[in-house]
T-cell receptor, first 113, second 114 residues
Framework: DQQVKQNSPSLSVQEGRISILNCDYT??????FLWYKKYPAEGPTFLIS?????DKNEDGRFTVFLNKSAKHLSLHIVPSQPGDSAVYFC????????????FGDGTTLTVKP | NAGVMQNPRHLVRRRGQEARLRCSPV?????VYWYRQLPEEGLKFMVY????????ESGMPKERFSAEFPKEGPSILRIQQVVRGDSAAYFC????????????FGSGTRLTVV
């Protein structure tokens, strides 16, 4: 029973264009969502988060959108840069167990020069 | 370096041996988490600890696996009698009490069972 799903294992975009990474969740108790970025042979690094009381959070080139009714969130990267090429993980947590985050399987983003 | 320190980076064990993975959290972080990443898969939750307490071990296999976070010293993930299926990358993360800025992850320990 996978509670956080990233249905696209990979995504390829041209430098300068927008990258859109998607994530769906099934647990209605989730109220905090995060995106992490991971390079090979390194641990994931926190990128951006959003609380369920918001529907959008922006940080520079990165914007996360949350659609609670659809249980869907997305990460937009614009403009995409070759250095953005990495695996992106979506994660979710519930206030009742705030310490534990449930991760998706990740989407490998390749930004072509 | 104020990050999460994991050691060793690479660990090779023969089937039946014990593996001990160490994790020193960010100074001031009171929460430690262990995740496992099998080849071609995502990060799977194993266990969540605070000092001297296991808060949630719902992702930990019932046998052969144990974790601790003592009052002094690093957190330890211990795998007894390793099998080939235990080969994976094991990531430790830490966080303060609030969850606003997510976890800080270590670089992981890559366990290979031969």
């Amino acid at each position: 029973d996978q509670q956080v799903k990233q249905n696209s294992p990979s995504l390829s975009v041209q430098e300068g264009r927008i990258s859109i990474l998607n994530c769906d969740y099934t647990n209605s108790m989730f109220d905090y969502f995060l995106w992490y970025k991971k390079y090979p042979a390194e641990g994931p690094t926190f990128l951006i988060s959003i609380s369920s009381i918001k529907d959008k959070n922006e940080d520079g080139r990165f914007t996360v959108f949350l659609n609670k009714s659809a249980k869907h969130l997305s990460l937009h990267i614009v403009p995409s840069q070759p250095g953005d090429s990495a695996v992106y993980f979506c994660a979710a947590s519930a206030r009742t167990n705030a310490g534990k985050s449930t991760f998706g399987d990740g989407t490998t983003l390749t930004v072509k020069p | 370096n104020a990050g999460v320190m994991q050691n060793p980076r690479h660990l090779v064990r023969r089937r039946g041996q014990e593996a001990r993975l160490r994790c020193s959290p960010v100074k001031g972080h009171s929460h430690v988490y262990w995740y496992r990443q099998l080849p071609e898969e995502g990060l799977k939750f194993m266990v969540y600890l605070q000092k001297e307490n296991i808060i949630d071990e719902s992702g930990m296999p019932k046998e052969r696996f144990s974790a601790e976070f003592p009052k002094e010293g690093p957190s330890i993930l211990r795998i007894q009698q390793v099998v080939r299926g235990d080969s994976a990358a094991y990531f430790c993360a830490s966080s303060p009490l609030d969850r606003v800025n997510g976890y800080t992850f270590g670089s992981g320990t890559r366990l290979t069972v031969v």
